[in-house]
Every structure is written in C-alpha cells, then in structure tokens.
Nanobody
Framework: QVQLVESGGGLVQAGGSLRLSCAAS????????INWYRQAPGKQREWVAT???????TYADSMKGRFTISRDDAKNTVYLQMSSLKPEDTAVYYC?????????WGQGTQVTVSS
C-alpha cells in the first residue's frame, strides 16, 4: 500500500525558511517521480516541483531559486527546502506520485508565512 506522509510545516515570518518532508512507504521514492503541490485558500492546487528517479528536478517558475527538492534514498524521503518565503507561499503543501495510472497524495502540511 502506497503511503505518503508530509511533515515540517508551520508558521514562519516572511524571508524565513522551512524544510518539508515527504516520507514514502509501499514504494521506492528513488524509483518514482515524486512531486510537491500546494493549495492556498480559495485557489486551485498548483504544482511546485518534481524530483525524478535520476535525481534531476524541475520547478515552477515562481519557486525557482527559492525552493529546492531533494531525496534521501536511505530514508525513502523527499524534501522541499523553502527559503525567502513570502506571504503568498502560504498554503497546504502536498506530496504526490503517479504509479500505474493512479495518483497518490499525502494528507498535506500547512505552511503559513506571516508578513
């Protein structure tokens, strides 16, 4: 059974940093593309970043240079390091993977950036 569990969210001041974690079970994080998405209140869920099995990564334009996605294969965990946070980064952050025609989502972790 595939499970993704996010953690690391919280309240941070603008300009600060947070590191989110996505612990995977039932799959090998290193063998699958893992994505981070976020959803702000009243807005659609938006893609943030992806790390591929090759460890290459892609980012949404608004996150480039501020967010870094990485993976610890020994811990089967994907991270999202966020820096220079802005109030508009406030959202619930989800990790996701798509395996055998099915989307898997974690429960999300709340990030709130105060101005």
């Amino acid at each position: 059974q595939v499970q993704l569990v996010e953690s690391g969210g919280g309240l941070v001041q603008a300009g600060g940093s947070l590191r989110l974690s996505c612990a995977a079970s039932g799959i090998s994080a290193s063998g699958n593309a893992i994505n981070w998405y976020r959803q702000a209140p009243g807005k659609q869920r938006e893609w943030v970043a992806t790390i591929y099995s090759s460890s290459s990564a892609t980012y949404a334009d608004s996150m480039k240079g501020r967010f870094t996605i990485s993976r610890d294969d020994a811990k089967n965990t994907v991270y999202l390091q966020m820096s220079s946070l802005k109030p508009e980064d406030t959202a619930v952050y989800y990790c996701n993977t798509y395996i055998r025609f099915r989307n898997y989502w974690g429960q999300g972790t709340q990030v709130t950036v105060s101005s």
